[in-house]
Protein backbone atom coordinates (compact mmCIF):
# COMPACT_ATOMS: atom_id res chain seq x y z
CA UNK A 1 0.00 0.00 0.00
CA UNK A 2 1.27 3.39 -1.02
CA UNK A 3 2.24 5.96 1.78
CA UNK A 4 0.04 9.16 1.91
CA UNK A 5 0.68 12.02 3.66
CA UNK A 6 -2.07 13.31 6.38
CA UNK A 7 -4.18 15.46 4.05
CA UNK A 8 -4.41 12.06 1.32
CA UNK A 9 -5.07 9.82 4.21
CA UNK A 10 -7.92 12.16 6.04
CA UNK A 11 -9.53 12.84 2.52
CA UNK A 12 -9.37 9.02 2.17
CA UNK A 13 -10.89 8.49 5.36
CA UNK A 14 -13.77 10.32 4.65
CA UNK A 15 -14.65 8.97 1.22
CA UNK A 16 -14.40 5.37 2.53
CA UNK A 17 -16.94 6.45 5.48
CA UNK A 18 -19.09 7.88 2.64
CA UNK A 19 -18.43 4.50 0.82
CA UNK A 20 -19.97 3.00 4.26
CA UNK A 21 -22.98 5.24 3.99
CA UNK A 22 -23.88 4.15 0.33
CA UNK A 23 -23.39 0.72 1.48
CA UNK A 24 -25.50 0.64 4.20
CA UNK A 25 -28.40 2.71 1.77
CA UNK A 26 -28.21 -0.56 -0.55
CA UNK A 27 -28.86 -2.55 2.96
CA UNK A 28 -31.42 -0.67 3.98
CA UNK A 29 -33.37 -1.00 0.02
CA UNK A 30 -32.97 -4.82 0.50
CA UNK A 31 -34.40 -4.95 3.22
CA UNK A 32 -36.74 -2.82 2.49
CA UNK A 33 -36.82 -0.32 5.00
CA UNK A 34 -39.41 2.48 5.35
CA UNK A 35 -39.15 5.23 2.48
CA UNK A 36 -38.56 7.99 4.76
CA UNK A 37 -35.49 6.77 6.88
CA UNK A 38 -33.85 6.26 3.69
CA UNK A 39 -34.65 9.17 2.59
CA UNK A 40 -32.96 10.60 5.85
CA UNK A 41 -29.66 8.60 5.13
CA UNK A 42 -29.61 9.44 1.59
CA UNK A 43 -29.41 13.65 2.81
CA UNK A 44 -26.86 12.59 5.49
CA UNK A 45 -24.49 10.97 2.47
CA UNK A 46 -25.19 14.12 0.41
CA UNK A 47 -24.03 16.31 3.47
CA UNK A 48 -20.88 14.12 3.68
CA UNK A 49 -20.05 14.53 0.33
CA UNK A 50 -20.68 18.42 0.33
CA UNK A 51 -18.64 18.77 3.32
CA UNK A 52 -15.71 16.50 1.55
CA UNK A 53 -15.53 18.87 -1.32
CA UNK A 54 -15.78 21.71 0.84
CA UNK A 55 -12.98 21.12 2.55
CA UNK A 56 -10.73 19.45 -0.94
CA UNK A 57 -12.06 23.19 -2.51
CA UNK A 58 -10.34 25.15 0.59
CA UNK A 59 -7.12 23.14 -0.13
CA UNK A 60 -7.27 23.58 -3.05
CA UNK A 61 -7.86 27.37 -3.04
CA UNK A 62 -5.12 27.78 -0.48
CA UNK A 63 -2.09 25.88 -2.43
CA UNK A 64 -2.97 25.90 -6.37
CA UNK A 65 -4.73 29.17 -6.29
CA UNK A 66 -2.76 31.23 -3.71
CA UNK A 67 0.60 29.79 -5.44
CA UNK A 68 -0.84 31.41 -9.11
CA UNK A 69 -1.85 34.51 -7.91
CA UNK A 70 1.45 35.10 -6.08
CA UNK A 71 2.70 34.82 -9.64
CA UNK A 72 -0.09 36.91 -11.26
CA UNK A 73 -0.61 37.10 -14.73
CA UNK A 74 -2.76 34.68 -17.14
CA UNK A 75 -1.99 31.75 -14.81
CA UNK A 76 -3.77 33.68 -12.10
CA UNK A 77 -6.87 34.57 -13.98
CA UNK A 78 -7.09 30.93 -15.44
CA UNK A 79 -6.80 29.34 -11.72
CA UNK A 80 -9.38 32.08 -10.56
CA UNK A 81 -11.70 31.37 -13.35
CA UNK A 82 -11.74 27.57 -13.05
CA UNK A 83 -11.80 27.78 -9.45
CA UNK A 84 -15.19 29.82 -9.85
CA UNK A 85 -16.63 27.32 -12.31
CA UNK A 86 -15.91 24.44 -9.90
CA UNK A 87 -17.68 26.49 -7.04
CA UNK A 88 -20.82 26.49 -9.47
CA UNK A 89 -21.31 23.18 -9.91
CA UNK A 90 -20.83 22.32 -6.71
CA UNK A 91 -23.48 25.06 -5.84
CA UNK A 92 -25.38 23.41 -8.10
CA UNK A 93 -25.02 19.92 -7.76
CA UNK B 1 -29.85 -13.95 -3.13
CA UNK B 2 -33.30 -12.31 -2.22
CA UNK B 3 -35.49 -12.06 -5.13
CA UNK B 4 -36.49 -8.22 -5.51
CA UNK B 5 -39.39 -7.00 -7.33
CA UNK B 6 -38.36 -4.36 -9.82
CA UNK B 7 -38.42 -1.21 -8.46
CA UNK B 8 -35.88 -2.02 -5.04
CA UNK B 9 -33.65 -3.83 -8.35
CA UNK B 10 -33.83 -0.59 -10.01
CA UNK B 11 -33.06 1.14 -6.62
CA UNK B 12 -30.07 -1.32 -5.79
CA UNK B 13 -28.55 -0.86 -9.73
CA UNK B 14 -28.29 2.76 -8.70
CA UNK B 15 -26.84 2.71 -5.61
CA UNK B 16 -23.86 0.41 -6.98
CA UNK B 17 -23.64 2.85 -9.74
CA UNK B 18 -22.87 5.46 -6.99
CA UNK B 19 -20.80 3.20 -4.59
CA UNK B 20 -18.37 2.65 -7.86
CA UNK B 21 -18.44 6.35 -8.19
CA UNK B 22 -17.25 7.08 -4.53
CA UNK B 23 -14.39 4.22 -4.97
CA UNK B 24 -13.71 6.36 -8.32
CA UNK B 25 -13.26 9.32 -6.09
CA UNK B 26 -10.89 6.52 -4.12
CA UNK B 27 -8.41 6.40 -6.75
CA UNK B 28 -8.53 9.97 -7.92
CA UNK B 29 -7.30 10.51 -4.42
CA UNK B 30 -4.66 7.61 -4.01
CA UNK B 31 -3.53 8.67 -7.28
CA UNK B 32 -3.18 12.46 -6.20
CA UNK B 33 -5.01 13.41 -9.28
CA UNK B 34 -5.83 17.25 -9.79
CA UNK B 35 -8.27 18.69 -7.46
CA UNK B 36 -10.56 20.23 -9.60
CA UNK B 37 -10.94 16.96 -11.39
CA UNK B 38 -11.87 15.51 -8.17
CA UNK B 39 -14.00 17.72 -7.39
CA UNK B 40 -16.35 17.64 -10.59
CA UNK B 41 -16.88 13.78 -10.16
CA UNK B 42 -17.98 14.81 -6.42
CA UNK B 43 -20.49 17.20 -8.28
CA UNK B 44 -21.91 14.29 -10.49
CA UNK B 45 -21.84 12.05 -7.10
CA UNK B 46 -24.07 14.81 -5.34
CA UNK B 47 -26.25 15.25 -8.24
CA UNK B 48 -26.81 11.06 -9.01
CA UNK B 49 -27.51 10.93 -4.93
CA UNK B 50 -29.87 13.81 -5.13
CA UNK B 51 -31.84 11.93 -8.64
CA UNK B 52 -32.26 8.68 -6.69
CA UNK B 53 -33.68 10.61 -3.33
CA UNK B 54 -36.19 12.37 -5.95
CA UNK B 55 -37.57 9.14 -7.39
CA UNK B 56 -37.48 7.22 -3.79
CA UNK B 57 -39.71 10.36 -2.76
CA UNK B 58 -42.02 10.31 -5.52
CA UNK B 59 -42.44 6.67 -5.22
CA UNK B 60 -43.23 7.10 -1.70
CA UNK B 61 -45.76 9.76 -2.16
CA UNK B 62 -47.22 7.85 -5.31
CA UNK B 63 -47.49 5.09 -2.50
CA UNK B 64 -47.62 5.78 1.32
CA UNK B 65 -48.68 9.09 0.96
CA UNK B 66 -51.80 8.55 -1.05
CA UNK B 67 -52.96 5.54 0.44
CA UNK B 68 -52.86 7.24 3.50
CA UNK B 69 -54.94 10.22 1.60
CA UNK B 70 -57.42 8.24 0.67
CA UNK B 71 -58.22 7.22 4.64
CA UNK B 72 -57.85 10.29 5.35
CA UNK B 73 -57.76 11.74 9.02
CA UNK B 74 -55.15 12.01 11.38
CA UNK B 75 -52.77 9.53 9.69
CA UNK B 76 -53.22 11.24 6.17
CA UNK B 77 -51.88 14.74 8.00
CA UNK B 78 -49.33 12.82 9.85
CA UNK B 79 -47.86 11.10 6.21
CA UNK B 80 -47.77 14.48 5.04
CA UNK B 81 -46.11 16.17 7.80
CA UNK B 82 -43.60 13.20 7.61
CA UNK B 83 -42.76 13.62 3.88
CA UNK B 84 -42.74 17.45 3.92
CA UNK B 85 -39.83 17.35 6.37
CA UNK B 86 -38.17 14.91 4.21
CA UNK B 87 -38.29 16.84 1.53
CA UNK B 88 -37.00 19.97 3.77
CA UNK B 89 -33.78 17.76 4.59
CA UNK B 90 -33.64 17.08 1.10
CA UNK B 91 -33.76 20.37 0.11
CA UNK B 92 -31.21 21.86 2.30
CA UNK B 93 -28.74 19.01 1.87
CA UNK C 1 -56.79 47.04 -0.03
CA UNK C 2 -58.31 43.28 -0.68
CA UNK C 3 -59.18 41.05 2.38
CA UNK C 4 -56.83 37.61 2.61
CA UNK C 5 -57.20 34.79 4.44
CA UNK C 6 -54.81 34.33 7.47
CA UNK C 7 -52.42 31.09 5.37
CA UNK C 8 -52.44 34.13 1.97
CA UNK C 9 -51.53 37.25 4.68
CA UNK C 10 -48.83 34.79 6.26
CA UNK C 11 -47.33 34.32 2.64
CA UNK C 12 -47.25 38.06 1.76
CA UNK C 13 -45.59 38.88 4.85
CA UNK C 14 -42.87 36.66 4.11
CA UNK C 15 -42.46 38.14 0.71
CA UNK C 16 -42.64 41.40 1.70
CA UNK C 17 -39.86 40.32 4.35
CA UNK C 18 -38.07 38.91 1.04
CA UNK C 19 -38.11 41.72 -0.74
CA UNK C 20 -36.89 43.99 2.15
CA UNK C 21 -33.88 41.82 1.86
CA UNK C 22 -33.26 42.33 -1.38
CA UNK C 23 -33.39 46.21 -1.30
CA UNK C 24 -30.98 45.87 2.04
CA UNK C 25 -28.43 44.15 -1.12
CA UNK C 26 -29.22 47.03 -3.14
CA UNK C 27 -27.96 49.44 -0.53
CA UNK C 28 -24.81 47.63 0.32
CA UNK C 29 -24.00 46.96 -3.19
CA UNK C 30 -24.23 51.22 -3.98
CA UNK C 31 -22.54 51.69 -0.19
CA UNK C 32 -19.38 49.38 -1.85
CA UNK C 33 -19.86 47.14 1.01
CA UNK C 34 -17.32 44.36 1.62
CA UNK C 35 -18.01 41.74 -0.69
CA UNK C 36 -17.89 38.71 2.02
CA UNK C 37 -20.85 40.97 3.80
CA UNK C 38 -22.87 40.70 0.57
CA UNK C 39 -22.46 37.56 0.50
CA UNK C 40 -23.56 36.71 3.94
CA UNK C 41 -26.88 38.78 3.13
CA UNK C 42 -27.24 36.86 -0.19
CA UNK C 43 -27.35 33.38 1.56
CA UNK C 44 -29.89 34.63 4.19
CA UNK C 45 -32.34 35.89 1.26
CA UNK C 46 -31.91 32.15 -0.29
CA UNK C 47 -32.32 30.41 2.81
CA UNK C 48 -35.81 32.64 3.50
CA UNK C 49 -36.92 31.98 -0.32
CA UNK C 50 -36.05 28.40 0.18
CA UNK C 51 -37.88 28.47 4.09
CA UNK C 52 -40.92 30.41 2.04
CA UNK C 53 -40.94 27.67 -0.91
CA UNK C 54 -41.27 24.49 1.43
CA UNK C 55 -44.14 25.92 3.60
CA UNK C 56 -46.09 26.68 0.71
CA UNK C 57 -45.63 23.10 -1.09
CA UNK C 58 -45.98 21.67 2.54
CA UNK C 59 -49.74 23.60 2.48
CA UNK C 60 -49.82 22.09 -1.21
CA UNK C 61 -49.90 18.52 -0.67
CA UNK C 62 -51.89 18.91 2.18
CA UNK C 63 -54.97 20.33 0.61
CA UNK C 64 -54.56 19.53 -3.50
CA UNK C 65 -52.69 16.74 -3.11
CA UNK C 66 -54.42 15.15 -0.43
CA UNK C 67 -57.96 15.90 -2.09
CA UNK C 68 -57.08 14.06 -5.34
CA UNK C 69 -55.27 11.72 -3.63
CA UNK C 70 -58.84 10.81 -1.59
CA UNK C 71 -60.58 11.00 -5.21
CA UNK C 72 -58.26 8.79 -6.72
CA UNK C 73 -57.01 7.86 -10.35
CA UNK C 74 -55.32 9.56 -13.02
CA UNK C 75 -56.01 12.79 -11.38
CA UNK C 76 -54.24 11.64 -8.17
CA UNK C 77 -51.48 10.46 -10.38
CA UNK C 78 -51.41 13.78 -12.05
CA UNK C 79 -50.86 15.56 -9.15
CA UNK C 80 -48.33 13.73 -7.59
CA UNK C 81 -46.22 13.90 -10.68
CA UNK C 82 -46.93 17.72 -10.66
CA UNK C 83 -45.85 18.05 -7.19
CA UNK C 84 -42.60 15.63 -7.06
CA UNK C 85 -41.55 17.64 -10.73
CA UNK C 86 -42.24 21.15 -8.64
CA UNK C 87 -39.86 19.36 -5.86
CA UNK C 88 -37.17 18.51 -7.93
CA UNK C 89 -37.00 21.83 -9.40
CA UNK C 90 -36.62 23.32 -5.76
CA UNK C 91 -34.05 21.01 -4.85
CA UNK C 92 -32.14 21.59 -7.85
CA UNK C 93 -32.36 25.61 -7.88
CA UNK D 1 -27.80 59.66 -8.08
CA UNK D 2 -24.70 58.93 -7.71
CA UNK D 3 -22.32 57.36 -10.14
CA UNK D 4 -21.37 53.97 -10.15
CA UNK D 5 -18.96 51.52 -12.05
CA UNK D 6 -19.90 49.19 -14.76
CA UNK D 7 -19.70 46.30 -12.29
CA UNK D 8 -21.74 47.95 -9.36
CA UNK D 9 -24.13 49.36 -12.03
CA UNK D 10 -24.43 45.68 -13.22
CA UNK D 11 -25.24 44.20 -9.90
CA UNK D 12 -27.67 46.55 -9.22
CA UNK D 13 -29.13 45.78 -12.53
CA UNK D 14 -29.29 42.09 -11.22
CA UNK D 15 -30.32 43.02 -7.69
CA UNK D 16 -33.53 45.23 -9.19
CA UNK D 17 -34.44 42.04 -11.40
CA UNK D 18 -34.93 39.83 -8.58
CA UNK D 19 -36.48 42.62 -6.65
CA UNK D 20 -38.92 42.57 -9.82
CA UNK D 21 -39.36 38.22 -9.58
CA UNK D 22 -40.26 38.71 -5.55
CA UNK D 23 -43.02 41.66 -6.43
CA UNK D 24 -44.43 39.44 -8.86
CA UNK D 25 -44.46 36.36 -6.44
CA UNK D 26 -46.46 38.42 -4.26
CA UNK D 27 -48.89 39.19 -6.73
CA UNK D 28 -49.08 35.77 -7.55
CA UNK D 29 -49.80 35.14 -4.23
CA UNK D 30 -52.69 38.19 -3.72
CA UNK D 31 -54.40 37.06 -6.71
CA UNK D 32 -54.38 33.38 -5.34
CA UNK D 33 -52.21 32.19 -8.08
CA UNK D 34 -51.97 27.77 -8.42
CA UNK D 35 -49.17 27.40 -5.73
CA UNK D 36 -47.11 24.77 -8.60
CA UNK D 37 -47.05 28.11 -10.70
CA UNK D 38 -45.84 30.09 -7.10
CA UNK D 39 -43.18 27.07 -6.84
CA UNK D 40 -42.02 27.35 -10.61
CA UNK D 41 -41.37 30.98 -9.18
CA UNK D 42 -39.69 31.04 -6.63
CA UNK D 43 -37.35 28.52 -8.36
CA UNK D 44 -36.53 30.96 -10.52
CA UNK D 45 -35.69 33.75 -8.28
CA UNK D 46 -33.43 31.50 -5.92
CA UNK D 47 -31.65 30.71 -9.26
CA UNK D 48 -31.20 33.99 -9.93
CA UNK D 49 -29.78 35.19 -6.22
CA UNK D 50 -27.45 31.77 -6.84
CA UNK D 51 -26.11 32.88 -10.06
CA UNK D 52 -25.56 36.71 -8.88
CA UNK D 53 -23.58 35.11 -5.45
CA UNK D 54 -21.35 33.34 -7.82
CA UNK D 55 -20.49 36.64 -9.91
CA UNK D 56 -19.82 38.15 -7.15
CA UNK D 57 -17.57 35.49 -5.80
CA UNK D 58 -15.83 35.48 -8.79
CA UNK D 59 -15.03 39.05 -8.51
CA UNK D 60 -14.07 38.70 -4.79
CA UNK D 61 -11.64 36.08 -5.71
CA UNK D 62 -10.56 37.80 -8.76
CA UNK D 63 -9.53 40.87 -6.66
CA UNK D 64 -9.06 40.94 -3.23
CA UNK D 65 -8.00 37.06 -2.71
CA UNK D 66 -5.72 37.62 -5.88
CA UNK D 67 -4.23 40.50 -4.05
CA UNK D 68 -4.03 39.29 -0.63
CA UNK D 69 -2.13 36.13 -2.09
CA UNK D 70 -0.19 38.19 -3.95
CA UNK D 71 1.32 40.04 -1.17
CA UNK D 72 1.31 36.56 1.23
CA UNK D 73 1.27 35.52 4.62
CA UNK D 74 -0.96 35.59 7.65
CA UNK D 75 -3.26 38.10 5.32
CA UNK D 76 -3.55 35.63 2.53
CA UNK D 77 -4.65 32.60 4.65
CA UNK D 78 -7.14 34.83 6.40
CA UNK D 79 -8.44 35.70 2.84
CA UNK D 80 -8.77 32.08 1.57
CA UNK D 81 -10.41 30.95 5.18
CA UNK D 82 -12.81 34.12 4.81
CA UNK D 83 -14.07 32.87 1.04
CA UNK D 84 -13.79 29.40 2.09
CA UNK D 85 -16.53 30.05 4.46
CA UNK D 86 -18.60 32.41 2.57
CA UNK D 87 -18.77 29.31 -0.17
CA UNK D 88 -19.76 26.87 2.39
CA UNK D 89 -22.82 29.21 3.45
CA UNK D 90 -23.50 29.72 -0.39
CA UNK D 91 -23.46 25.70 -0.38
CA UNK D 92 -25.68 25.23 2.17
CA UNK D 93 -28.00 27.86 1.33
Request: hydrophobic share 40%; with cysteine; proline share 0%.
Amino acid sequence: MADHDAGTESQLKRLRRIEGQIRGLQKMVEEDKYCIDVLTQVSAATRALKSFSLELLEQHMASCVVDAAAKGGAEADRKIREASEAIARLVRS
